[in-house]
């Protein structure tokens, strides 16, 4: 789970994931994505309790896409779970 740590955490972690992955490796994130403002769901009122409570936060899928690209992966497909947590399939470029 990446909404533990600040962006900068999440970069050092995906970029050592990345480093063990060939080009072309696929991974999943499986995290709370935050939706447009005003979307119901629980993950605005999460990312309060993360901000309250650890450097983490939720994020958005283009908040998302930049620590991918910080640490040389790609989103390659969101698939919702059904739960409050979305799946998010990676490309390591």
């Known amino acids: 789970m990446l909404h533990d740590w600040s962006d900068e955490q999440c970069v050092r972690i995906l970029r050592n994931c990345r480093a063990s992955a060939r ?23 999460a990312d309060m309790h993360m901000l309250a409570m650890s450097p983490g936060q939720e994020r ?3 908040e ?6 910080a ?14 947590f979305t799946m998010i399939e990676l490309e390591a470029v």
């Open 23 to 45: 080009s072309g490796a696929r991974a999943v994130v499986v995290e709370n994505v935050i939706g447009e403002i005003g979307a119901p769901g629980v993950e605005p009122l």
């Open 71 to 84: 640490s040389r992966w790609r989103r390659v497909s969101v698939t919702p779970t059904g739960l409050s």
């Open 60 to 62: 958005d899928l283009p």
């Open 64 to 69: 998302f896409d930049a620590l991918f690209a």
